[in-house]
């Protein structure tokens, strides 16, 4: 129900898109995000977006990752800029339901930043 893309390497500085397609029925009016792991290191909240377009980040990434959302396409995209190696990491898109809470995952991709 999700799918995630856009990973990969890349060196230090620079960009990546990360993108995800959900389906209309667990997209539609409930919040959005990207969780990352790195190797040896719990899941942490990168970036999340609500419905409305209110979007919050991890300050380790603010000003750097921006999160945007397409409603009509029902797709979530993480643009990440000025990358770091700390920022290496499988990335997951998340959807959680409103009406039940459930949450949702991606299956992640990884991102690989060389320093």
């Known amino acids: 129900q999700l799918q995630a893309s856009g990973g990969g390497l890349v060196q230090a500085g620079g960009s990546l898109r990360l993108s995800c397609a959900a389906s209309?029925?667990?997209?539609?009016?409930?919040?959005a995000g990207w969780y990352r792991q790195a190797p040896g290191k719990q899941r942490e909240l990168v970036a999340t977006?609500?419905?409305?377009?209110?979007?919050t980040y991890v300050d380790s990434v603010k000003g750097r990752f921006t999160i945007s959302r397409d409603n009509a396409k029902n797709t979530v995209a993480l643009q990440m800029n000025n990358l770091k190696p700390e920022d290496t990491a499988v990335y997951y898109c998340?959807?959680?339901?409103?009406?039940?809470?459930?949450?949702?995952w991606g299956q992640g991709t990884l991102v690989t930043v060389s320093s």
């Open positions: 998340w959807v959680r339901r409103s009406d039940s809470f459930r949450d949702y």
């Open positions: 209309a029925s667990i997209f539609s009016n409930n919040a």
């Open positions: 977006i609500t419905s409305a377009g209110r979007m």
